[in-house]
Structures are given as structure tokens and as C-alpha cells.
């Protein structure tokens, strides 16, 4: 890669960055970092697959320079970090694709369309893959293998995961079983919670919000009184068994308008807010315990202690409605748990489709009718029967499922679970050996889940997806098989196809029995959770390999998948391995447009990724994302203004200072063989600043930490650049061979430390710097091994590094002191005092002296009064702003040169070209060249100044 071009030639960094970019392509740079290291070596890294068909936005690209930046590092460690690219390409999103395609409405048409039909073109769906990613990964510099990239549908990847059931029968953690959970009327399956809570899947909802009536039958004082029950759920009423009451608390019996209610007295204010009413009598809930009552509607068969008050833990709040609640077992967890409690009948009076069954007592008038469309008839009828005492609305939080933008309901099912409950407690501790960024997730958000979490439903009653492999006779007798061997050997039939319909059609006969599927697939969170083991079709194959280096060493996505992702593998690998199966992860925040809302084209908030990339750079990207708080886990809004303050203060001053080293190495044919150890302070100074900066890239990606490592290169850039550089202009512009070799030698260690974090600068440094080498670079810095630190050098140099951060510090403030005041830098001062620090050295203070333009320094113990003064951390420092006649012409003289050069760089000329020069007559003018004419010559390469109208500049040789 001939990089020995002409400094003053002015490209773009994106275009640089494509430049490099083809250059990693053409050499296949990255198969070769992967090559180079040994297998028996391996780091592993856990990428999630996104799906299929999505397009990549900002949330993608943080994590996947996310999963670039670790890797690399890693890489360059001598660790050798497969990295393969995944498709999701299972699942209900795939299937409502194909719906929506064909005007599909639920199961029951699929069924009519043709299910081997419909997997046919699920296939076809996802054959199809978004050449976007490809452009997108290559922009931001992300080496990953999308060529041979595996998909959840590859029957190898589907193998695994029936064999990880398998693991989970045989082990005595899968039960069938009827529990209340989440389901999608649209989809007729079961939807995870932690799904639900991964991506917040709620929207704000106006429902009903009706207080019922119910009357009390109990001979007594309660006799004929009507206990108040507050819902939004109207269509739930005739499922009604129970209501329950809070023991402990404070009920009252209330008159109003000639009839009695029975409320809690907490609640009275806002029952009867719009009435008036009398308490009659107070009482506590343990009383109400065991009174019967006359349900609203009886279309469903009732046994005995049903329609009674109870009272159960958890169960009412004094926050809302009356202080009793309805209580319909299968349309709600806690109702479900308090029904099988008290031995209730679990109401299954909702089908597959959200539609009402038939009454198993009396007629129901609403068989057939979709739930949601029978709460107003609901509430009519009980207006008209006098049994609704409150009928309003309400806007309220509610699930949905954003696979179909269908509201999910709380509904009994007869589904597979895996037994989690068992598993909380090794889960709790198998925690504690994961290394969590932020730290607060491992104990809070995650451990939390751990012990909150219910069993997880894993069957689906759906297509698109990983068969659960259990055969089953027609007296319950099952066979469960772990792999397609086993499938093949049992049936004596050929196993072509994972998928259904073809899997359904493989029938087993044993011992004079014929077994067939259970037509339930795996959710695909089971998919997910089985990904360290399924990419690489374990244990089929890879065993040793994947036994010798699991947990994995590193995981990264944004804190939803805490509790999603992070989770099911966290479950799976409890169970199956009794293992971790991650050591560090790194949970992201999550990324909001520029004004704090969610981004949204509608908003207009946020700037086009894609032209984001094309006009800022992969590297200025990595450097704002890298480093913002995103990475220790909070949230951030996007900023372009940030990637223009990247290009402006941290690449272009890095690329600026190679360019600087390159054009006088040109000049003065300097090559590597002229180097020489660092005598000078800034040599030295520079070279334990390179030390640091590599120990703490290196310790902080170890440590995941990666905006220490980001900040830790940009402030290096800043030290490099704004102070070494310029410091060091005139002996390096002089051909200084110590200036030279010591730019040489920095430029080159960084670009190699710098290398995880800024991929293409660094492979711009390193190959610009091959030219100066004597052959015996690696053909990338991505080849290279990250560079070693000396600890005892940066001890033996500690004072210099902690005095110069002071030089900083007193000529920053006191350049403010300039700035307020309008002194131009380049006039000269007569003084500069500085107290509340000890004497620096020497040159240390000559630099001070320096950059501030002062004739003098000096250290005393108070500023004086006519002084111009500034102070900080206790430490003043003060300039003398009275300026003489001397030195007004002095600085007129620096401005002179100032001019002079910018002309020159107008002009395009080279260093070395000499130049004739007019100048205006004016007095001031005249009498600058009178006093520093020589001087300036030579600093300007200038053969003849001739006073005239203006300044000119013309080339003489």
C-alpha cells in the first residue's frame, strides 16, 4: 500500500477510510488477524444475530462497534476471535410477513392456505438478506464473517436446539402444564414477558373502567348489601369465581341514595366522589371473609366456594378502584395463583382467537364474539339488570405484541414449560462469577429477574420455527429425541426438513404403538439461548472445542436484552451445563434522538446513519459512541454536532501531526535506521505519555471499560498533537533527528495501541510510517501485536508527567488571562508571575515562559496588585499587561511572519522555496522591518523585502 503521497494533498478522512477499507478487503486483512493466532488460543465472543430482513439503524451500530472494539484488542493480544455473523431468521415476525403478503388473518387461514405452502414462502422470505449490513458493518470498521454467516433455520443450527430440549426433559425440567401468561389473539400463541419487557412493548390504551355490583346473599347484617369490585376488563366478568379483600384493613359498610355497599374505607372518597353517602358501620376485611354473593352472569358451571369473598396476599391495593377486587382465574397471573390456591375452577372460556366459548350452565349469548367487542354489550347488560354502580373510562398502559400491533391478554393455557423456579437459586450464584458493565445490573435489574421471574413458556402453538421433538402415542406415551439420527433410526424415514409440515409427517412405531409429533415448535428465545452451542452444531461437532472454552469470554447489547437475551442463555446454561455462559458482559444504554424522544423520522430527530457515515468517518463515529455513557449502561441522545467536534479535535490534529512528521522526514530523508533514545524533556515527557496511554487502553477494554480506553486516545491525540507537536515544531522542522525519531516512534506505538479503538487512522499511520522502516512491518497494524508498556519507566518518570500537566494548567489559564483582556498570543509581555506551586525546572518553566509570550517568570508567594490575575486549584498566576513601545514592535513583527507564512501556504509553496516580499510604507510597518527585518527574512526564506502599497509574496527560486 504505496501511502508515500504529498502531504499538502487534502483528502477527506472518509475518503482515507475507504481507501483503507478496500485495502483490508483486497489483502483480506482480517481473515489473516484471525489466521495468525492459534486455535488452541481462542477468546470467544458472543455476537446476537439481528433479523433477517431489518435494516441497520444507530442502535445496531453502537453494538456492533461494541462487539469491533473488544475483539480487536483481543486480537492483537495473540488471542485467536472467530467472529461469524447470525441471522434470526425464525419466528412470528417472518410468519406476519408472509400474512401481510397474502392477506392471511390467523392460524385458521394458514391452515386453509397450505402449511407446506406457507413455509415455502417463509423460506423465500428469508432468503432474501439486506445487502445494507454488508456497507454499514464495512463503514464503522467492524471485521466480521457475513459471507458464511449462520441462520437459525440451518437444520445443524435447529439439530442443536431439539438437543438442548432434550437435556431439559431428561432432566426433569420440562412440564406440560396449564398456566396464565401472556397471549396474542392475533398469532393464537403465547408471548414471553420478558419479551414484552425487552423492548417496553406497551402503548397507552382508553379502556372501560366499570365499578359492578354484587350482591351479597349471606344471611346477616351484610344480607342484600352490594360489595363494590372495580375492572377495566368488563369481558372478564363473566369468568368471574371470587372477590377478594384485604384482611387487614379497614372496611366500611356505606349507605347511599337508600342502598347499601359494602367498600374499603381508604377508597370511600374517590367511590363515592360523585354521590353523597353515610358509613354505617366499620369493620375490618377478615369479616367479609366467607360471605357469598349473586355473580353478575352465569353462563359458566360453578362449584362449591365459588363466588364467595376470600382474602389473599398481594392481591388488592388501596391505590385504585374499591378495595375489592374481581377475581377471574386464567385471565390474570394472581388470579390464576389465588384460584389454584382456594381450589377454583380455572376459567378456559376464551378460545385460541380471543373469542368466547359456549356456556356450560346457561346459553351465552356472546359465543363466538371477539372479547374486546363484548364490553360494551357486557356493560349494557348489567345496566340494565341495576348491577353496574360506575361506568367510566380509562387510559392505561397495556401490553402488546409488535410482531402483529395486537393487545395481548393475560389467558390459562395448556402450554410446555421449563421449571425456572428450580433453577433460581444456582442461577443467584453461577451470577456472581459474570463480570457485569454497569456493576449496579448484576444484583440489581439481573439478579432481580432471577428471582422474579415465573417458568418459562417455551412451546408455541405456531409454524415458522424449531419443532419440539415429542412423539407421543395415542395413551401418552412419548418418545423425545435429541437429533436427526435418532429421528431417522426410530421412523426407518428420511429426515429432509426440520420445519413443518415435512417433520409432522414422520410417524414412529414401537412396541406395537404409533407415535406422533406433538405439533407445538420452540419459542424462539430457546433459539436464542441455545446460540454458544447451536452456531457450531454442538455437540455434533465441535465438542471439544466448545467444552475447553465455555462460559464465553464477552457478550455486549443494549440493557433490554438483560432481561431478554441475557436471561434465556443465563437459563439455558444453568440447566444444560450447570454453568455461566458468558464471564463479561457489557449492557449499552439506550440512544434517543437529539431532543430526548424516541428517533423517529416523524420527529425529525436524528441524522441519516448512512450519510452520517459518509460524511464524518467510521472512526469519528467509534470515538462518540465508544466513549459516551451509552457504554456503561445509560442513556444518551444523539448529537451530529459530536462527530464534527471528533473530526475537528481528535482526527484531523492525529492525521495533521503525521503529516507533519512525514514532510520533514521527506525533506531531511530520514528512515528508521537514525533512531535515537529521547534525551529531550518533551522526548522523554512524550514517550511516558505513549506508556500511559498503552496501560490504560489495555487495562481499560480488560476490564471492559471501554470510555476509559476511548478518552485515555483522545487525550493523548490532544497531548501529541496540541503540545508535543507544536512544542517541538522548530527542532523537528530543523530535520532534529531526535524530534524525528521520537515522532516516529510515537506516531508508531500509537497507531498500534489505538489501532481497537480507531481502526482506520491507525492503519493510515502505520502505513505511512512503513515507508520510513527498514521492512520489517507487518503488511496491517491490525497484524501486529498491541505494543507492551515499561511500568518503571512511567514511575522513573512520574514527576515529569505530573509537572507537565501543571505547564498545561498555568499556560491555559494563563492564556485566559489573554483572551479576556484582547492580547493577541503573539504579543510579547514583560512578565508572568505564579504562586501557590512549588519552582518548576527550568525548562519546564521555559515553556511556560513560551507558549505565554513572556519575557520572564517568576514564583513568589502573592500576585502582585498590578497584576492581571487568574486562580485555580489554589494556584495564581498573573501577567503583567503594560505594554511598551519595545514590545508592541515585537509583536507587530510575529503578526508580519504570520502573515507572510499564510500567504505562502496560499500561494502553495514548499518548504525550502525562497520568496521575494513587498510590504505597506505605513509608520508602524517601516519601523518593524527597521528593528527585525533580518530576522524575519530568515524565518520567512525570504531573499528581499521591498516596502510598497500591500503585501505581496512572489516565488524566486
Not at 140 to 151: E, H, P, S, T
Not at 347 to 357: A, Q
Not at 537 to 560: C, L, R, S
Not at 913 to 940: C, F, H, N, Q, R
Request: hydrophobic fraction near 35%; charge should be negative; glycine fraction near 6%.
Amino acid at each position: 500500500m504505496d501511502k508515500k503521497e504529498n502531504p499538502s494533498q487534502n483528502i477527506s478522512i472518509p475518503r482515507m477510510e475507504e481507501d483503507i477499507l478496500q485495502y483490508w478487503l483486497q489483502n483480506k486483512i482480517f481473515e489473516k488477524s484471525v489466521e495468525k493466532n492459534p486455535k488452541e488460543n481462542l477468546y470467544v465472543f458472543y455476537d446476537g444475530p439481528p433479523f433477517i430482513s431489518g435494516l441497520p439503524h444507530y442502535g445496531h451500530l453502537l453494538g456492533s462497534i461494541a462487539k469491533d472494539i473488544v475483539p480487536r484488542y483481543w486480537t492483537m493480544k495473540g488471542k485467536r476471535v472467530e467472529r461469524v455473523w447470525g441471522w434470526d431468521a425464525h419466528g412470528l415476525t417472518v410468519e406476519n410477513k408472509v400474512q401481510k403478503k397474502f392477506g392471511i388473518k390467523n392460524r385458521r387461514d394458514i391452515e386453509k392456505f397450505g402449511l407446506e405452502r406457507f413455509t415455502q414462502e417463509c423460506y423465500n422470505y428469508t432468503r432474501e438478506t439486506s445487502a445494507e449490513w454488508e456497507w454499514y458493518v464495512n463503514k464503522i470498521g467492524r471485521w466480521v464473517d457475513i459471507k458464511n454467516a449462520y441462520r437459525t433455520t440451518d437444520k445443524s443450527y435447529m439439530e442443536t436446539v431439539m438437543w438442548t430440549f432434550k437435556q431439559l426433559y431428561d432432566g426433569g425440567l420440562v412440564y406440560e402444564g396449564i398456566r396464565t401468561s401472556l397471549y396474542c389473539t392475533k398469532c393464537g400463541t403465547p408471548v414471553s414477558n420478558f419479551e414484552i419487557a425487552m423492548d417496553n412493548s406497551y402503548k397507552d390504551v382508553e379502556d372501560p373502567a366499570i365499578t359492578v355490583k354484587f350482591k351479597i346473599i349471606t344471611e346477616g347484617q351484610f344480607k342484600d348489601a352490594f360489595a363494590l369490585a372495580w375492572t377495566t376488563t368488563p369481558w372478564t366478568i363473566p369468568s368471574n369465581r371470587a372477590l377478594v379483600v384485604d384482611k387487614d384493613a379497614d372496611y366500611t359498610l356505606v349507605e347511599s341514595s337508600g342502598t347499601r355497599y359494602i367498600t374499603a374505607e381508604a377508597r370511600n372518597d374517590g367511590v363515592f366522589s360523585d354521590r353523597e353517602f353515610k358509613v354505617v358501620k366499620k369493620i375490618k376485611g377478615s369479616e367479609l371473609i366467607g360471605l357469598k354473593y349473586e355473580p353478575p352472569f352465569r353462563f359458566y358451571s360453578s362449584k362449591e366456594g365459588e363466588f364467595e369473598i376470600y382474602h389473599y396476599d398481594g392481591m388488592v391495593s388501596m391505590e385504585e378502584g374499591t378495595g375489592i377486587v374481581h377475581s377471574a382465574p386464567g385471565f390474570g397471573e394472581i388470579d390464576s395463583e389465588m384460584g389454584k390456591h382456594f381450589g377454583l375452577t380455572l376459567m378456559l372460556t376464551i378460545d385460541d382467537e380471543g373469542k368466547f366459548l359456549p356456556g356450560t350452565e346457561k346459553e351465552n349469548p356472546y359465543t363466538g364474539v371477539f372479547y374486546k367487542d363484548a364490553d360494551e354489550p357486557l356493560i349494557q347488560d348489567m345496566l340494565t339488570a341495576g348491577l353496574l354502580f360506575k361506568n367510566e373510562k380509562i387510559v392505561h398502559r397495556f401490553p402488546y405484541h409488535d410482531r402483529c400491533d395486537t393487545l395481548l391478554i393475560q389467558r390459562a393455557q395448556q402450554s410446555w414449560f421449563i421449571d425456572v423456579s428450580s433453577l433460581k437459586p444456582r442461577m443467584a450464584e453461577l451470577n456472581e462469577k459474570i463480570n457485569w458493565v454497569p456493576e449496579h445490573l448484576k444484583h440489581g435489574r439481573f439478579g432481580q429477574n432471577i428471582q422474579q421471574q415465573p417458568d418459562w413458556c417455551i412451546s408455541r402453538n405456531r409454524y415458522w420455527a424449531t419443532p419440539m421433538p415429542v412423539w407421543e402415542a395415542a395413551d401418552g406415551d412419548r418418545i423425545v429425541v435429541s437429533s436427526v439420527k435418532e429421528i431417522e433410526e426410530l421412523s426407518g424415514q428420511k429426515v429432509e426438513d426440520l420445519h413443518r409440515p415435512y417433520i409432522d409427517k414422520i410417524v414412529i412405531k414401537k412396541n406395537g404403538k404409533e407415535y406422533k409429533r406433538r405439533l407445538e415448535v420452540l419459542d424462539s428465545w430457546l433459539e436464542a439461548g441455545s446460540m454458544p452451542w447451536a452456531q457450531i452444531h454442538y455437540p455434533f461437532e465441535n465438542k471439544e472445542k466448545f467444552e475447553t472454552n465455555y462460559p464465553g469470554d464477552y457478550i455486549v447489547e443494549y440493557i433490554a436484552q438483560v432481561r431478554a437475551w441475557f436471561n434465556v442463555m443465563h437459563i439455558l446454561a444453568t440447566a444444560v451445563f450447570d454453568s455461566n455462559s458468558f464471564k463479561n458482559v457489557i449492557s449499552t444504554g439506550v440512544m434517543a434522538g437529539s431532543d430526548g424522544r424516541k428517533m423517529s423520522k416523524t420527529f425529525n430527530n436524528y441524522a441519516d446513519p448512512r450519510q452520517v457515515l459518509q460524511d464524518y468517518g467510521g472512526d469519528a463515529l467509534r470515538l462518540y459512541l465508544m466513549g459516551s455513557p451509552l457504554m456503561v449502561g445509560d442513556n444518551a441522545n444523539f448529537e451530529e454536532s459530536e462527530l464534527r467536534t471528533k473530526l475537528r479535535n481528535v482526527l484531523n490534529p492525529l492525521w495533521n501531526s503525521l503529516k507533519y512528521f512525514q514532510m520533514y522526514a521527506e525533506v531531511f530523508k530520514w528512515n528508521k535506521s537514525e533512531i535515537t533514545r529521547p534525551e529531550h524533556i518533551l522526548d522523554i515527557w512524550i514517550t511516558a505519555r505513549l506508556h500511559e496511554v498503552i496501560r490504560t487502553v489495555s487495562t481499560g477494554i480488560e476490564e471492559y471499560r471501554v470510555p476509559v480506553a476511548v478518552r485515555a486516545v483522545e487525550e493523548f491525540i490532544d497531548d501529541l498533537s496540541r503540545w508535543y507537536v507544536r512544542r517541538s515544531r522548530d527542532r523537528i522542522s530543523a530535520g532534529d533527528k531526535s524530534a524525528l525519531s521520537t515522532l516516529y516512534k510515537v506516531l508508531l506505538g500509537f497507531s498500534k495501541a489505538s489501532a481497537p479503538v480507531i481502526p482506520f487512522m491507525s492503519e493510515n499511520i502505520y502505513q505511512m510510517l512503513r515507508v520510513f522502516s527498514a521492512g520489517d512491518t507487518e503488511e496491517s497494524v491490525h497484524l501486529e501485536n498491541f505494543p507492551g508498556y515499561d511500568s518503571d519507566f512511567i514511575l522513573s518518570n512520574q514527576r515529569l508527567l505530573e509537572d507537565m500537566k501543571r505547564v498545561r494548567e498555568l499556560v491555559s489559564y494563563g492564556l485566559s488571562i489573554r483572551s479576556d483582556r484582547k492580547i493577541s498570543v503573539r504579543q510579547p509581555l514583560a512578565s508572568a508571575v505564579v504562586s501557590g506551586i512549588e519552582t518548576l525546572p527550568h525548562e519546564l518553566s521555559a515553556l511556560v515562559q513560551d507558549e505565554l509570550n513572556v519575557k520572564d517568570i517568576q514564583y513568589v508567594t502573592e500576585v502582585p496588585a498590578s497584576y492581571a490575575p487568574v486562580s485555580f486549584n489554589n494556584i495564581n498566576i498573573g501577567l503583567d499587561i503594560n505594554i511598551t513601545d519595545e514590545l508592541k514592535y515585537e509583536g507587530l513583527s510575529r503578526d508580519f511572519i504570520r502573515k507572510i507564512q499564510e500567504m505562502r501556504k496560499e500561494a502553495g509553496l514548499k518548504v525550502g522555496e525562497v520568496i521575494e516580499i513587498t510590504y505597506p510604507s505605513d509608520s508602524d510597518t517601516l519601523k518593524v522591518i527597521e528593528l527585525y527585518g533580518a530576522e524575519i527574512s530568515k524565518k520567512i526564506q525570504a531573499s528581499n523585502l521591498i516596502a510598497g502599497a500591500d503585501f505581496t509574496v512572489r516565488k524566486v527560486s
